[in-house]
């Protein structure tokens, strides 16, 4: 009988550190989509707000602390990490397992910002893009959210099928700005 053996997205490519910038591998509890009912925005932000202590993220936002956050997804949709939802959730809004679908990594360092600057098309500086901000993008040709989690922190989800493409092209990024160093 073949025996199989659960790994995670970036189970042989993770940690990883080039210069100051560091990339590992999170591994929340649950990743669970949440999407609001049509004109229950409201509602189910209270209901997540009772069953987790967080309302429904504003768009570009991020609402939480490390160990559950609710991170904006789209209109009406937060992606929750961490804890295993509450499925009174289900009374406003459609929940959603996405666990096995996502892998997130942290970026971390003085120079992660110029990381980022290489590969995502939008100012992730502390000026304009502070703590708990989040954005939808492209890093490289690959969808991920961005959300800055600490002032030299950055949190990346990306479909599980592009962990590798992921940490590639973020390690080739850092070694270019380690290169100049």
Do not use: Y
Not at 37 to 48: I, P, T
Not at 104 to 117: D, N, R, S, W, Y
Request: with cysteine; glycine share 6%.
């Amino acid at each position: 009988m073949v025996e199989l053996i659960a790994k995670t997205p970036c189970e042989t490519l993770l940690p990883l550190t080039v210069g100051d910038v560091s990339l590992t591998e999170e591994l929340p509890v649950s990743l669970t989509m949440i999407t609001a009912r049509k004109e229950r925005f409201a509602a189910c932000s209270d209901l997540l707000k009772s069953a987790h202590g967080m309302a429904m993220p504003k768009p570009n936002r991020a609402t939480g602390t490390a160990a559950s956050r609710a991170v904006w997804f789209g209109p009406g949709q937060a992606m929750l990490l961490g804890p295993t939802p509450n499925w009174i959730l289900q009374n406003e809004a459609t929940v959603v397992d996405q666990s096995d679908a996502w892998t997130v990594v942290k970026l971390e360092g003085a120079e992660a910002e110029g990381v980022l600057a290489r590969l995502v098309p939008v100012d992730l500086r502390a000026t304009t893009f502070k703590r708990g901000n989040t954005a939808r993008t492209m890093l490289g040709h690959m969808t991920v959210s961005v959300t800055r989690v600490g002032e030299q922190v950055f949190q990346i989800m990306t479909f599980r099928s592009m962990a590798k493409t992921l940490v590639h092209d973020l390690q080739r990024a850092m070694e270019s700005l380690a290169a100049r160093g």
